[in-house]
C-alpha cells in the first residue's frame, strides 16, 4: 500500500510562486510514476504534470516554462515548483501514483488547496 500527503499549498498573489510537496509511503517509491493531478470548481480534474521513474517528465501546455515537477526518492518525495501563478491555476492540487505496468493511477493524496488572486 502506497500512502500520499500532500503540502505546500496556500493563497498566493498573481506572479508569485508556491512550491507543493507530496511525501509517499513505501519501500518502492523510485519505481513509481508519479503526477500532480488538478481540479478546479465546476471543472473536471486534469493532469498538470507527471514524471517517470527514471525522471522524464511531462506537462500541461498550460503550465509549460512555468512549473516544474521533480522527485527526490531519497525523501520520498514529490514536488512541483510553480512559478508565475495566474488565478486560471486555482485549483486543488492532488499527489498520484501508479505502478510502471498500471495505465491507471491507483494512489492518490488528499489534496491541497492553491488559490492564486489577481
Known amino acids: 500500500q502506497v500512502q500520499l500527503v500532500e503540502s505546500g499549498g496556500g493563497l498566493v498573489q498573481a506572479g508569485g510562486w508556491l512550491r507543493l510537496s507530496c511525501a509517499a509511503s513505501?519501500?518502492?517509491?523510485?519505481?513509481?510514476?508519479m503526477a500532480w493531478f488538478r481540479q478546479a470548481p465546476g471543472k473536471e480534474r486534469e493532469l498538470v504534470a507527471a514524471?517517470?521513474?527514471?525522471?522524464?517528465?511531462y506537462y500541461t501546455d498550460s503550465v509549460k516554462g512555468r512549473f516544474t515537477i521533480s522527485r527526490d526518492n531519497a525523501k520520498k518525495t514529490l514536488y512541483l515548483q510553480m512559478n508565475s501563478l495566474i488565478p486560471e491555476d486555482t485549483a486543488v492540487y492532488y499527489c498520484?501514483?501508479?505502478?510502471?505496468?498500471?495505465?491507471?493511477?491507483?494512489?492518490w493524496g488528499q489534496g491541497t488547496q492553491v488559490t492564486v488572486s489577481s
Open positions: 513505501g519501500r518502492t517509491f523510485s519505481n513509481y510514476p
Open positions: 514524471i517517470s521513474s527514471g525522471g522524464s517528465t
Open positions: 498520484a501514483a501508479r505502478s510502471r505496468s498500471s495505465m491507471k493511477y491507483d494512489y
